[in-house]
């Protein structure tokens, strides 16, 4: 057991140091002049499959769309 709760607590450290790392690069890249809030998006967008990208982004233009929230839309 002992063994078990040491790697869990190296692991924890590890993962403490590349989350400062990960905020460090943030950081860096606003420092830049680049938006955090458009980096983080890409970043979650690049996880995704493009086929599973393009349905969310076909699903949200719809809803959008019934919302009148697109550009040249109706404001009905």
Same mark, same amino acid.
């Given at each position: 057991?002992?063994? *078990? ?14 989350? &400062? ?12 002049? *680049? ?15 493009? &086929? ?21 839309? &109706? &404001?009905?």
């Amino acid at each position: 057991m002992r063994a *078990f709760i040491e790697r869990v607590e190296r692991l924890e450290e590890e993962k403490a140091t590349v989350a &400062d790392d990960i905020k460090a690069v943030y950081a860096e890249a606003k420092a830049m002049g *680049f938006e955090n809030k458009a980096i983080r998006r890409i970043i979650k967008i690049r996880e995704k499959s493009i &086929d599973d990208y393009n349905n969310e982004m076909a699903v949200l233009d719809t809803y959008l769309a019934a919302l009148g929230m697109l550009p040249g839309g &109706d &404001d009905d």
